[in-house]
Structure formats: structure tokens, C-alpha cells
């Protein structure tokens, strides 16, 4: 049995399709538990909306929420009694074995490095979103979490994302890339000088060098690896152009009867093909490299998303990826001769 | 009469199309002068293709031309009579005002500040490309110039942006902001946390502070501030989230016989709308802060863009954008004591 802590306040459609969510998840799989984390009466009646299997969701109750505009550490440090630290630390506990919040991105990563914890070994834990490419997918690694990282730091999402990718997304031997402004191994700036030939002398990885930004959307590589300021650049990029450019193509669409009848013709294929460029389908982005497991969804996460999330953590969970990660961190420390 | 050099050997489609749009800039303009440099020959054989007014497009001889696979500072000083060196020496001696090139973006860099060299005051030349956005273009500066910048470029940066996106863009008072991962005045990593509060006190210039990757498809600001490495992966991300997008939807239209039908209905309007989230109508890049005027366009110029690049460097003469930039930057040094 996988127990699995879902806050229920946080995101802009809390509680509403968090718990939507919630059930669909625990309506997919036999084998996992879900703790709603909120305020007990909200949640409950909530929950009458739906039906499911005796015991496979419970409420656990929390009092207060954090809300997306409070400053994060004093946030996790003074509400005790909000959904996601009382969450957080059913996963501190052991109580579960996963989070998922849809809440303030600034708390989570507080709360799982403070509360949760780290992994022995692992100097900071990066946040690792799944963006969409025109082959699949790509796990962006740091996209948040450590600003002016250091070289050993990226060496580590390296190792954690190449794992996270073979076992959770399922590609053999993904390929590993640094983000660079060019291919030749000169380029870059110091941090990435810096890296490339740590990276290029790490075991376990399939390192292929330098991606530039352009490459990215067309699936240069599998583990794109940057610090958190570039990464979270990237992000909210990607986001950014893409809705934009399709915002002006149907603005477009609107501007005469001719293509306004040929929008209609294409509507369904074209819904098809945007569909396979949303990363929601594959739940949130984790936090990986902490004494348990903490995925933050987008904050205006809807039902699909959270399950999908919910589901993310079971295959997380089944592959043992905390356990691995341990295994490939512990052993690089013993490589090194420092344990 | 304002005097354009020409890199004719630069770029992917060297030289025909660097010449076409030498010669459409020549038909638009009286008061101009191109000076065509590169292998004469080649280019006088070219130009016979084109009926243009008497003197007005000459050509300079360049025995040799750097590729771009090239080492950019040795390329520089080992090719003396290539055509960039050529080129980029006869701004230096005053010959031509402005040199506009497809060539090598190293190349460019390191030539324009070996050869052309830095207006007294300025600390770092930024490359400052206009980017599309929903509500017309924004500057971005700098995007390949300057890795690890400090505080004080990027403020001379925002100054020297303002400056260009007022006179020779056309808007009025330009929004100023600094790339971040969060709209509030703490966040970011140490540069962007030192930068901002210089940028809050910079006379001159209207900041309004942070602007998070998404918004800028949006237009979110006029000049977009941030360091090179960051500036070069929002630049080529754009490129590639928007190339991957269109390649999707075009794919996407062709998969039934019915979105096919619509496809043909939709083009012309299609078309027209993604014309205005195209750049290259706007010219080149230029290399801002120097003893002249250095234009990079894409390495994959066609006439359009050489054209437009060559009537940029006009308006930029004009309006005598070197003389408000030193003005500019010499106010400063006075107002900080240092002259």
C-alpha cells in the first residue's frame, strides 16, 4: 500500500479539483491510500460529491493554508497547522509516502528541504518539471529551486534526473545535455566551464555535451541540466510562446468568413496536436533528493493534473527511485574517498 | 549622406542575397552610400544582376572571408583582409558609419570591440536584438555579448536600450525591466538582487522592475534587461519553441482529409498573423556602445533582413543615437564623481 498526502488547499482551484482529482487517482489503483490534507469540514463535504472504495481516501485535518503571496520560510516556520506543513511532515513521519501540493511553489521548496529533508549526500534538492518536446518529453532540471548554484550541484541533478528519467519516465540510457549558448565545449560561462568537464567525467550518465536553448523543443536531449534562474527561464518561456503564438493563430483564425469556416475544419486535428504539447498530462514537477517525495502540480492545476500527480508518485515509489539515488550518490562519496 | 559597409561575404546566402537587399536598401534611400566588401570579382559579377543609381553602391576588395566554425579572436587577428576586418577598419577610420554583417557572431563581437572599440564610458558593448511580441517588439539586451556580467553593465545595458528602443524604434518613454524568476523585489539570484535597486535609483530610464520569462512574449516591457547567457537562451528558446510549434500545427493540419480542406482555407489568414511574430522585418542586431555602428543580422539572412538592417543603421545615424549614448553614460560618470 503507497499512502499518499494530497494538500487540499493549495492552487487557485483548491479544494474543488484537487479533490476531484484525488478520487480519480484512487479510482485508478488498488494499492494506494489518500490523505486529504485541509480543513476537515471543507474537505468532507467536498468528498460527498463522489463515491469510492471504504478507507482508500481519509482527512486528515489542518486548520490553516498558506496562501501563494506569503513570504515562504516564515510561512513554513509559524503555520504549524496548515495543510502543507501538517502534510509535510506525515511524510517526515513516514505516515506517507509522497506530497502533492498545488500551492505556493516558494513554500513547497522551503517545506521539503525543511521539513522532509534531504537525502544524505545530496547537497540541494532541484526541482525537475517534465517539459513537452516534439518527440515526447524532457526533464528540466533546476528549474526553481537553487539560484547561483554550484558545479557539483548540477553534477548532482544530473545523476538524479537520468534516474528519474530511466525509471519513472521509462527512457533507457537518456541522454544528458548541459544548457550552453553554443555546442563547442569553450562556450559558456563560468558555471558551465566549470561543469561540462565534471559532467563529462561522470559515471552513470549518458552525457552528450552542450544543448542550445533552440534545441530543446525539438528533443535534443532527455536530462536538460541548468541552474534554477535559467531553468525557471526556460519554464515559464516555454509557456509564455506557446501561449501566445496560439492565441495569435486563432486571433488569426477570426479575421475573415474564408478561414473562419476552415477553423472549424481544423479545430479537431489541431486540438489533437496541442494536446501532445502539454506537459500536464504527466502530473507535476518533483522535488527530487529528499528523505521522501514532494511533487508541486502548477498552481492552477486542474482535477487531471493532480491525479496524474497522484499516479506519478506510485511509479516513483514502485521504482524505488529515493533508494537509487541514494545508491548513486553514496557511491560517488565513496569514489571520492569521503565516506 | 550616411555611409553603410556591407560584409558581401557573411552569412548562408553569401553573396547573393547579401547584395539583393544591398541593392533594395539602395532603392529606397537617396542619402545613403553602400560600400559592398568582399571579394571583388564575386561581387561585381553579382551586381550585375541589378540596375542601382551611379556611386551609390561601390565595392571594397577582401581577399578572405571567416567561416563561422572559426575561433573568433584568432579569426580577427590572423584575417586581416577578410571581409569583416575590412569592413569593420573603414568605421574605424571614419569611412563608413555603420557595418552591417551575416557573418560569424563571434567574429562580430570581438571585431567590434577590437577594431571599432568601445565609446569612452561604456564598460561592455550588449548585443541587442529586437524580439517579436503579441503587441509589437521588445529589445532584448544583451544576449550573447557579455557572460557574467556585473551590476553596472547591466545598468549601462538599460540605459543604452532606452535610449534606442526611444529613437530609432519609436516608443515613447520604453518600460525598462530585469529578467527574473519572480515579480517581487527580493527575489532573483546575487546579480539580478544587486542589479535592481541600481536600475530603481538610474535616472533617465523608466523601470518597472522584474519581468518573469512568460510575460515577454506578452510585451510585458520595451526593454528586457538581463545578463548574455540568459539573454542568449531567450533568444534561441524563442526561436525554437515558436519553429517547433508552427512544424506541429502544420503537421497537425495534414493528418485528415477534412483538417486538410480546412488547412487550405486558414492559410493566407495564417500567414499574415504569424508575419507579425517575425523580427527580421526589423533588421539586425546591434552591437550597442561602440565608435560606430556594428549590425549583426542571422547568420540566414535573406535580402529582407539585410535590407531593413541597412536602413536600421540609417535611422540610427539619424538620430544620433552614439552621441545621446555618449551624453548618456558621460552624465553619469559626472553624477557618480568619477570625471
Do not use: W
Amino acid at each position: 500500500m503507497i499512502n499518499i498526502a494530497v494538500d487540499a488547499m493549495g492552487g487557485d482551484y483548491a479544494p474543488g479539483e484537487i479533490i476531484k482529482g484525488a478520487v480519480q487517482a484512487a479510482g485508478m489503483r488498488d494499492d494506494i491510500r489518500i490523505i486529504l490534507v485541509g480543513q476537515e469540514e471543507t474537505v468532507r463535504e467536498e468528498l460527498k460529491k463522489y463515491t469510492f472504495r471504504d478507507g482508500q481516501i481519509t482527512v486528515q485535518n489542518a486548520a490553516e493554508v498558506i496562501a501563494t503571496e506569503e513570504p515562504p520560510v516564515n510561512a513554513i516556520r509559524k503555520k504549524k497547522d496548515s495543510s502543507l506543513v501538517v502534510g509535510m511532515n506525515m511524510v517526515k513521519k513516514g505516515e506517507a509516502d509522497a506530497i502533492v501540493s498545488a500551492g505556493s511553489s516558494g513554500a513547497i521548496l522551503v517545506g521539503g528541504q525543511v521539513i522532509v529533508g534531504r537525502i544524505r549526500g545530496v547537497e540541494r534538492p532541484p526541482l525537475a518539471p517534465l517539459i513537452p518536446t516534439e518527440k515526447g518529453v524532457s526533464l528540466l532540471i533546476d528549474c526553481g529551486a537553487n539560484v547561483d548554484a554550484r558545479p557539483s550541484h548540477l553534477v548532482q541533478f544530473a545523476r538524479m534526473g537520468s534516474i528519474y528519467m530511466e525509471h519513472v519516465v521509462g527512457i533507457k540510457n537518456p541522454r544528458v545535455a548541459i544548457v550552453n549558448i553554443g555546442a563547442e565545449e569553450e562556450k559558456g560561462n563560468a558555471l558551465v566551464k566549470e561543469t561540462f568537464p565534471l559532467l563529462k567525467e561522470c559515471p552513470g550518465i549518458n552525457f552528450i555535451g552542450s544543448i542550445e536553448a533552440r534545441e530543446i523543443p525539438h528533443g535534443g536531449a532527455d536530462v536538460i541540466v541548468c541552474e534554477a534562474f535559467v531553468g525557471n527561464v526556460i519554464l515559464k518561456l516555454y509557456e509564455g510562446v506557446g501561449a501566445t503564438l496560439l492565441s495569435m493563430v486563432k486571433g488569426g483564425l477570426m479575421t475573415s468568413l474564408r478561414s473562419k469556416i476552415g477553423a472549424l475544419l481544423v479545430k479537431p486535428a489541431l486540438k489533437e496536436t496541442l494536446k501532445s504539447f502539454d506537459a500536464s498530462k504527466y502530473g507535476g514537477a518533483p522535488l527530487l533528493g529528499l528523505n521522501g517525495l514532494v511533487v508541486k502540480t502548477h498552481g492552477n492545476s486542474k482535477a487531471t493534473e493532480v491525479c496524474n500527480s497522484i499516479i506519478q508518485c506510485v511509479t516513483f515509489k514502485e521504482q524505488g527511485i529515493n533508494e537509487k539515488i541514494r545508491e548513486s550518490l553514496g557511491r560517488e562519496k565513496s569514489e571520492e574517498g569521503k565516506e
